[in-house]
């Protein structure tokens, strides 16, 4: 089946290092993948999202690139901040009726300031 | 719009009691997931719903454990008997199931503590 897996954490960074959480899929057809934040004590957010090979999504300073030939969407962001500071989830969805959205178990990132 | 509503935010039973979790989903939504989260894990899918229909129950524990997605109303996870090992934060989400596209929107959470 579908599955997702995500580099273990936790990764501790330095303010304004450069980041790069590490993720890959399997799937059986073309799935939409998916970044979603988890800040302490609340429910996740879609942070960003590529629906095709060779997209790039991105939003508040971090990128992924949907990465067919290597089956990987890794984040990055040129220069964290310490309210960066949460737990990211990769994800994927197949575009099928009955889909549904299965995730990878999470990094924890910790940024010192 | 209002986002997806979770309640209760906190829910605290005895061993043995049942739990009763709701959600409604975001306004046109006719999709809902839901997942749970253990401390210091993942999240893991339990069931997926639409309206008056299970699609996807997969993750749902064999006993205890029943959703539903009625007509009208929120979605309802209910545990029956609840046991220790049932403490965990559950998360719902929902969609828009329209024309594949399958971004799903979350809500805060119930966290439920057994005692």
């Known amino acids: 089946g579908d599955s997702v897996t995500q580099m273990e954490g936790p990764v501790t960074l330095s303010e304004e290092a450069f980041l790069t959480i590490n993720c890959t899929y399997t799937?059986?057809?073309?799935?939409?993948l998916f970044w979603y934040v988890q800040y302490p004590g609340e429910g996740l957010q879609l942070l960003l999202k590529?629906?095709?090979?060779?997209d790039k999504g991105s939003n508040k300073g971090f990128e992924a690139t949907y990465r067919k030939e290597t089956t990987s969407f890794h984040l990055e962001k040129g220069s964290v901040q310490v309210s960066d500071s949460a737990v990211y989830f990769c994800?994927?969805?197949?575009?099928?009726?009955?889909?549904?959205?299965?995730f990878g178990k999470g990094t924890r990132l910790h940024i010192l300031p | 719009n209002a986002g997806v509503m979770q309640n209760p935010r906190h829910l605290v039973r005895r061993r043995g009691q049942e739990a009763r979790l709701r959600c409604s989903p975001m306004?046109?939504?006719?999709?809902v997931y839901w997942y749970r989260q253990l401390p210091e894990e993942g999240l893991k899918f339990m069931v997926y719903?639409?309206?008056?229909?299970?699609?996807?129950e997969s993750g749902m524990p064999k006993e205890r454990f029943s959703a539903e997605f009625p007509k009208e109303g929120p979605s309802i996870l209910r545990i029956q008997q609840v046991v220790r090992g049932d403490s965990a934060a559950y998360f719902c989400?929902?969609?828009?199931?329209?024309?594949?596209?399958?971004?799903?929107?979350f809500g805060q959470g119930t966290r439920l503590t057994v005692v």
């Open positions: 994800a994927l969805s197949e575009l099928r009726r009955d889909d549904k959205i299965i």
């Open positions: 989400a929902s969609s828009l199931q329209d024309r594949g596209q399958t971004e799903a929107f």
């Open positions: 590529a629906t095709k090979a060779d």
């Open positions: 799937a059986t057809g073309y799935p939409s």
């Open positions: 719903l639409q309206k008056e229909n299970i699609i996807d």
């Open positions: 306004k046109g939504h006719s999709h």
